[in-house]
């Protein structure tokens, strides 16, 4: 091996597995007549091969609650933090209303609004014939056919038509705007108003918030309608219920303490949603990954504010008699 000049890794590889042999066998493998070089090349390659023992670091029970307790108040701050930039935007708007974009403003009203009428007038129709033909089958029963009105009617307009609006533009409109905010993050667009002295608020959130909380209450009202209209169509249908009667029902039973409960969940829903959207595309990693990750972020945090606000809405009405 003294002559041995050049080599290469299959020797290394070679006496490696002669030493394990030996290891193995109880017997002893003499490697001092090679040359350095590969005697050291060989110590290198015999640390590496090491098994890897894993260490046992996972925190007890303890560390453990601290850290989510510490993950816990930065997203309460983080969501704070956010609410309070967009309570400052507004009061900017309320006082300065001259250097709102109204445009943007317009375009966001557009995409939210009039582009959203299709998906929810299929929901809302679809919606309104499902409860009313459930309620047709157990009221039938004791001859209080026409009081399908009434359970489609308040239960349309005080509950489900917000609720269907709100979870079909979280889905649609939240989801939007997490994207295309956490893109313009990712491309540095939001980092270069911060160096013009832009508020990335001002500028990109709250076109979007005043938007979405006007056209809201408008896509409650028309889902409203559809969800009336697709009771109607199962009455008319199923239950020989004329349209004219029907409708004298529903007028009957809905008044405007009911529509009033209605628009204002539709408004603190679209606030929800806009909020949701916003903040989780000014959160969003820069990469493709990470916009992805904020747009499902997104629709799960609309969703369940929109449910938890609706609970909230229920304890208050039923307090104050509404």
Known sequence: MHEVETWDSSLLLFLNEAQRWALAQGTRCDLSLLPASVRTLLAK???????IVVSDDAPNIVTAIGLATTDIFKKVRDISTFVGECVLSAIRLARQPQRFRWNDC???????????LPIVSLISLLVGLIMAYQAAVQLRQFGADIFVADLVGLAVVREMGPMMAAIIMAGRTGAAFAATIGNMKAGEEIDALETLGILPVDFLVMPRLVALGVMM???AMYANLLGVLGGMIVGAGVLDIPPSAYWVQTQSIVDLSDVFTGLTKAFAFGLLI?????LRGLQAE???AGVGRATTSAVVTAILLVIVADALFAVAFNVLGL
């Open 45 to 51: 390659l015999e640390i590496t091969a090491r098994p």
């Open 106 to 116: 317009l375009s966001e009203m557009q995409q939210c609004g009039a582009m959203a």
């Open 286 to 288: 820069r990469s493709a």
């Open 274 to 278: 806009g909020l949701s959207g916003c």
């Open 217 to 219: 209450p408008l896509l």
